[in-house]
């Protein structure tokens, strides 16, 4: 039951997918006639409750195709759930996919403009933390030049140092570090605990199972669109070694 304390809950959450055999009218013709399923549904996640308090930080573990991104998605508000509901409270940020909320034919520096905004922040916000958050993506005179130039790691700089700089009650980050050089992923790890530090609630998916122990005090295992085992994060991670 979801309180005051509550920062991300989900009731009775569940995703499908349909997956398609055909790929042409062609095909979906001849599959028609001989009777065979042109699509089948499956599921991503099963219904599922999980909470959330606030200033928890939480590791959503599991195998590929587990469905940890896909939960992540639904918190993140990015895809709605088929059944049951999802309720998060307070400002949300965080980085799901390199260069989403980005838009190519605008500079980096436009891009913060306009990333900040859609995050919550208000103009005179965001003038007055510009070059914090510049600073901190370190993107030098890109920062310029349209984003449809940059490489991956200048997206991730630029898209990370916005969204920590949003003062967010929910941060949520996945996998997305890893395309990020050694000393900026060090300088977004350290801002990450910053955060956790400063009570905010961290929900964290990433296979690097060191990293998860030493961000996150809670770990959610999923197996096949189930939560599995929900603990203590190192018991967890040692659920989980178990069964991969
Ligand atoms: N848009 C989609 N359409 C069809 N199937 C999808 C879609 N998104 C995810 N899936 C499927 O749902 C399942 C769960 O995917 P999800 O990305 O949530 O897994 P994951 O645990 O994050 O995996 P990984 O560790 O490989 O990133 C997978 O089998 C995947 O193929």
Redesign the pocket.
């Known amino acids: 039951m979801a309180d005051r304390c509550t920062a991300v809950s989900l009731e009775n959450a569940s995703k499908h997918?349909?997956?398609r055999h055909t790929h042409s009218l062609k095909e979906s013709v001849v599959w028609a006639v001989q009777g065979r399923a042109r699509h089948e549904d499956?599921a991503?996640l099963s219904p599922l409750d999980l909470e959330i308090r606030q200033g928890e930080s939480v590791a959503l573990l599991?195998?590929?195709?587990?469905?940890?991104?896909?939960?992540l998605k639904l918190v993140a508000g990015v895809m709605a759930p088929d059944t049951g509901r999802v309720r998060v409270r307070g400002r949300l940020a965080g980085l799901l996919e390199v260069g989403a909320g980005f838009h190519p034919d605008l500079t980096g520096r436009e891009n913060v403009h306009l990333n900040a905004s859609i995050l919550g922040m208000r103009p005179a916000q965001v003038a007055e933390r510009f070059d914090e958050i510049v600073d901190f993506a370190d993107i030098g005179p890109f920062l310029d030049t349209q984003v449809r130039f940059y490489s991956s790691g200048m997206f991730l700089r630029l898209a990370f140092a916005v969204a920590v700089h949003t003062e967010p009650d929910v941060f949520l980050v996945d996998?997305i570090l890893a395309v990020g050089d050694e000393a900026f992923r060090d300088k977004c790890l350290r801002r990450v605990e910053q955060l956790s530090a400063e009570g905010r609630t961290l929900v964290v998916?990433s296979?690097d199972l060191p990293l998860m122990e030493r961000l996150c005090s809670r770990g959610v295992v999923?197996q096949g669109?189930r939560v599995v085992a929900d603990a203590p994060v190192t018991e967890a991670v040692a659920h989980l070694r178990v069964t991969l």
Request: charged share 20%.
């Open positions: 997918f349909r997956l499956f991503a599991g195998r590929n195709g587990s469905g940890k991104s896909t939960l996998e998916v296979h999923l669109g």
